[in-house]
């Protein structure tokens, strides 16, 4: 387990990698994290997200230099930008076409939440507006489905059973702050709702 650290002028979060070995012998990366949030503005905060998203790209690059060029990375957890903004597309290089990754000269990752996009769920809701910006991006190894790589996506879901959302646009409920009265909702669990991926290994 490592821990990259990202200096900006105010506090961010690490990222945290992990390695996981099967019963297998075969290696799982897992790179977790939670960009900088979008308070003061997106675009006046997204700069600090390219920064985090060219800091994630620069260690995947060692990753695969130490590990091989056919490495099974997942990229995973609160991005606090959609699919489609700048720091995920263009900086991290996650896109939306699968044969895209698997025909790149450089590393690029398959973003698995684009399909969630306009279908009336969100990870996070803000006002009116359903964000998917908790997701799971997968490396060419992953992505592939070929046999000659030992992991294959079996599904990917964002988990909104009916007591976790309230209201028109699925709003997850927040358990907030005991501080809080105001806020407090003992029935509550999270502000975002979970993703799921579920993996299946060759044999």
Known sequence: MFTWRIIKRNATRDLLQIHLKTASDNLLVLVLNHWPSRSGGTFESEPYRIMVAENLAYWTERIYEE??????????????????????????MGVRNKQEVLNARNHKYHNLMYNFLGQGIGTYVYGSEQGVIDQFLVSKAIASNSPIYPFKVDSVDILAYP?????????????????SASSFDLDGFSDHLPIELILKEKT
């Open 67 to 92: 590990r091989g060029k056919d490495t099974s990375i997942i990229l995973m957890g609160d991005f606090n930008d959609n699919p489609y903004d700048r720091s995920i597309d263009n900086y991290l």
């Open 163 to 179: 007591e976790m959302v309230k209201g028109d646009y699925k709003k997850p409920i927040r358990f907030g702050r005991p501080s």
